[in-house]
Antibody, heavy 116, light 110 residues
Framework: QVQLQESGPGLVKPSGTLSLTCGVSGGPINGYYWSWIRQFPGKGLEWIGY???????HYTPSLKSRVTMSVDTSKNEVSLILTSVSAADTAIYYC??????????WGQGTLVTVSS | QSALTQPASVSGSPGQSITISCIGT?????????VAWYQQHPGKAPKMMIY???KRPSGVSNRFSGSKSGNTASLTISGLQAEDEADYYC??????????FGTGTKVTVL
């Protein structure tokens, strides 16, 4: 059974860069789409984008200018970078694998707070 | 792309059936059979319960069923149980490689 584990700093300063990693175990990265999703404190969910194992990525239009996703098949990791963050980016960030999908398997999520 | 509209809360007694609606537009729910439903218990990650409108992933109880009519998708929980008390979210493909979530529904078992 595949397991996903998000990791990264829990606190980021305003105007800084959020950088998260999703470690994948129990299954390959190759051949799947990997999404990043965030959940705001009010509990609403937002799809940030996804990346295929080949490295092709698509991002939601509202974040496209600030988001970069990458994949490292040698480390079985997927990464998310979000630049110029503000308090509005405070959320729980999840990675998810798309099989029948979307978002068949989820990591436990990691809370990122943007504050000085 | 706007969020799909769900009722804030739905409640029912044990054994009853409840239905949660997910209202979209002709650009998302109405155009694609790519609607999924997720269950989220407090402090936990969402769990897929339905995909492609009506299909259940392996291991999900057959008390959960999905349907769609026009721009509205629905999740029905039959034989409501205490363990079904959770938040539920729909999600739909919206074209141009974009996915949109619903606003979420809190299900309370009375």
């Amino acid at each position: 059974q595949v397991q996903l584990q998000e990791s990264g700093p829990g606190l980021v300063k305003p105007s800084g860069t959020l950088s998260l990693t999703c470690g994948v175990s129990g299954g390959p990265i190759n051949g799947y789409y990997w999404s990043w999703i965030r959940q705001f404190p009010g509990k609403g969910l937002e799809w940030i984008g996804y990346i295929y194992s080949s490295g092709t990525a698509h991002y939601t239009p509202s974040l496209k200018s600030r988001v970069t996703m990458s994949v490292d098949t040698s480390k079985n990791e997927v990464s998310l970078i979000l630049t110029s963050v503000s308090a509005a980016d405070t959320a729980i960030y999840y990675c998810a694998r798309d099989v029948t999908g979307p978002f068949d398997n989820w990591g436990q999520g990691t809370l990122v707070t943007v504050s000085s | 792309q706007s969020a799909l509209t769900q009722p804030a809360s739905v409640s029912g007694s044990p054994g009853q059936s409840i239905t949660i609606s997910c209202i979209g537009t002709s650009s998302d729910v109405g155009s694609y059979n790519l609607v999924a439903w997720y269950q989220q218990h407090p402090g936990k990650a969402p769990k897929m319960m339905i995909y492609e409108v009506t299909k259940r992933p392996s291991g999900v109880s057959n008390r959960f069923s999905g349907s769609k009519s026009g721009n509205t998708a629905s999740l029905t929980i039959s034989g409501l149980q205490a363990e079904d008390e959770a938040d539920y979210y729909c999600a739909s493909y919206a074209g141009s490689i974009i996915y949109v979530f619903g606003t979420g529904t809190k299900v309370t078992v009375l």
